[in-house]
């Protein structure tokens, strides 16, 4: 016998709740890939199953289990600490692993590890069959893997939805042979279609949708114009494995406006003819890449000179057309006259558009114009190195963005980093920090930059 009425609200709250708590489940786990992409992905490989700079995360969880959730909380916040105290798992991990040293992340909370030990989790089990394998650089924008649950969810959804409407309607039935047993005065029953839009259904329908289109539109709007990962093609193979790597060329020989100003600058075709009027021919592309730095420079590599300002268009061709026909011949003796004519038109073709303009490189990194950024702060002042933010650009045959670029990506760092406060006579005027650094008993080891105002919205905004 059924007493209480069941009402329809009941089915519906139950299904939106089963929705949000998967939804929520899907934001811890894309804030702890942020939050992982931020601090830990220089070190442990994203795909969780390869060695880089620190061990692979996978089953990282397993691996603490005899101890308390706590002693891994610790670990990430101070790992040094935990190996002086002794502690067998990490006394374990150091012996591996010296004399490489995690970071401390002091500031984060057990519910951010929490967030990025699920999106561990997530890319060990589910997240290395849909990318490369070991170490292999991904290109793109890296998105795809935020979106293919949400098919699954609309779908579920979908038969939530229909569920609760059966229910409902079969409550209400129910409910209806109960109240006329009972003897209670019945009216005509409500269709299924005036129960659908009573003003109740409707009104829960349309909060339900204004929650997820809000939750959706955030989330997407947070990641417009970002672009992590991103690798464009360049008009010249550049490589920085090549420049940076091996010939351990210093960054800011190159990237020399990073000192000193905003901008850290792509150096000009000048720069590079410090070197490239010396080596002319590559190993890799013989004349096919070094030939457009000297069309644009202006430069005729046969008789190492500029050329002359009244020098015609068809004179510069058969230069150009010169050097690379007399370097291939050399390299390829036995090449046919047809390979030969082939390989030089093909040669000139690329090189061509190059002719007397400056080289336009794709620009990889954007800040929005709303956001300040300024290279000299960070780099003369602050100390920080190029890679904590570009990552390892040396190994990097084709440079990508390496950080998400995002606010949260600058106040992380800005909450967790000391500013160079001895030694900065800028910093003289903050005597309580000072005095603090002085006195043992304060505790007080550095000054964060988030202390000096790095948070406040209009040193980062205009
Ligand atoms: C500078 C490189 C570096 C960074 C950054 C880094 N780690 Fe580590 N991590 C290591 C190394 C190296 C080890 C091995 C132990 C050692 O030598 O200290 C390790 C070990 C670990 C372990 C233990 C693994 C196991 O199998 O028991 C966990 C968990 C861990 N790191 C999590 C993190 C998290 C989370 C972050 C980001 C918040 C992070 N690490 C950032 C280098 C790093
Ligand atoms: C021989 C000159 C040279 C050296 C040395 C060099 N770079 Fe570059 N860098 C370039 C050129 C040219 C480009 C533009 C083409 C490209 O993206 O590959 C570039 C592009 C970049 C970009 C991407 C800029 C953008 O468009 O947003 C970054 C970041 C970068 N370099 C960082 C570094 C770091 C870090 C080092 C040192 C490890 C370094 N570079 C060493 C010449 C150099
Ligand atoms: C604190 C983080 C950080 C450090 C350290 C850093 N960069 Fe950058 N870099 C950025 C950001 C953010 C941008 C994007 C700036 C923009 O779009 O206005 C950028 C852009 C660039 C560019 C593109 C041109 C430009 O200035 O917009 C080059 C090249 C570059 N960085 C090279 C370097 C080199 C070389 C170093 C080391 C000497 C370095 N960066 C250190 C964060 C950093
Ligand atoms: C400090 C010296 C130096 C500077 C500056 C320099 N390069 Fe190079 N570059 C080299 C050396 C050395 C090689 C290796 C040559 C080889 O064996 O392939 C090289 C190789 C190359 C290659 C590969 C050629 C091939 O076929 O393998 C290209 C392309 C190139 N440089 C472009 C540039 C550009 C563009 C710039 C300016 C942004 C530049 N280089 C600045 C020294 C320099
Ligand atoms: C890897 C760490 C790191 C990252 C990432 C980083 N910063 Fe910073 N930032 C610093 C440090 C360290 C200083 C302190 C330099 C000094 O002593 O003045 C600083 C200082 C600043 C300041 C001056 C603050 C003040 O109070 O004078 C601004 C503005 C700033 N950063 C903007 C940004 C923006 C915008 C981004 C993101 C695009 C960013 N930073 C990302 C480390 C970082
Ligand atoms: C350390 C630097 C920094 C500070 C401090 C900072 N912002 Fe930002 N903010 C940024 C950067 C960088 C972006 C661009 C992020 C992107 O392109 O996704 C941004 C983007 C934004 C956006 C656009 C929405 C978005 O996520 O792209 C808003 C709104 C905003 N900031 C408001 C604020 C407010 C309000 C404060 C003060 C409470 C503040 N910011 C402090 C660096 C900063």
Request: hydrophobic content about 35%; overall charge negative; charged content about 20%.
């Amino acid at each position: 016998m059924l007493h209480k009425r069941i009402h329809i609200k009941v089915f519906l709250l139950a299904a939106f709740s089963f929705l949000s708590v998967s939804l929520f489940a899907e934001a811890t786990i894309a804030e702890g890939k942020s939050l992982f992409k931020a601090n830990c992905a220089q070190c442990h490989a994203k795909d969780m199953k390869s060695k880089l700079t620190g061990p692979a995360l996978g089953g990282v969880e397993e691996r603490w289990s005899d101890y308390p959730r706590e002693d891994l909380y610790s670990w990430v916040r101070n790992s040094q600490k935990m190996i002086s105290e002794g502690h067998p798992r990490a006394v374990e991990l150091w012996n591996e692993w010296t004399p490489t040293v995690m970071n401390n992340f002091p500031n984060l909370t057990d519910e951010q590890i929490d967030g990025m030990l699920l999106y561990i989790n997530d890319a060990y089990v589910n997240g290395g069959k849909k990318k490369g394998g070991d170490g292999e650089v991904v290109v793109g924008t890296d998105k795809s893997d935020d979106g293919s649950n949400s098919m699954f969810y609309v779908f579920l959804l979908a038969i939530l939805g229909l569920l609760a409407v059966i229910l409902a309607r079969i409550v209400s039935n129910l409910n209806h042979m109960a109240d006329e047993k009972e003897g209670k005065a019945v009216g005509r029953r409500a269709t299924l279609v005036e129960q659908l839009l009573s003003p109740k259904v409707i009104g829960f329908v349309l909060f339900a949708l204004i929650l997820i289109g809000g939750y959706t539109t955030v989330n997407n709007a947070i990641d417009l114009g970002r672009q992590q990962g991103y690798a464009p093609e360049q008009p010249i193979k550049f490589s920085h494995v090549t420049h940076a790597g091996i010939q351990k060329i210093d960054c800011q020989y190159c990237h020399d406006g990073a000192r000193r100003s905003k901008h850290s600058v792509i150096p000009a075709t000048n720069t590079c003819m410090n070197c490239h009027t010396a080596v002319k021919v590559g190993s890799k592309y013989g004349t096919g890449e070094l030939t457009k730095i000297y069309a644009s420079a202006g430069w005729n590599p046969n008789t190492g000179k500029y050329f002359e300002d009244n020098v015609s268009y068809e004179a510069k061709e058969e230069e150009y057309k010169k050097w690379i026909k007399e370097n291939f011949v050399a390299a390829k003796p036995e090449a046919s006259d047809k390979s030969i004519d082939a390989e030089v038109t093909n040669q000139w073709n690329a090189i061509a558009g190059h002719l007397g303009k400056p080289i336009e490189w794709t620009k990889i990194h954007n800040l929005p114009d709303h956001a300040y950024f300024n290279h000299a702060q960070h780099v003369a002042v602050g100390k920080v190195e190029c890679q904590t933010c570009h990552g390892p650009v040396e190994e990097m045959e084709v440079v990508q963005q390496y950080a998400p670029l995002s606010m949260g990506w600058c106040i992380n760092c800005h909450r967790q980093t000391n500013v160079q406060f001895a030694d900065n006579p800028y910093y003289d005027s903050y005597e309580a920090y000072h005095d603090q650094l002085k006195d043992v008993k304060s505790g007080r080891t550095g000054v964060t930059v988030e202390e000096i105002g790095g948070l406040e919205c209009q040193k980062c905004h205009y």
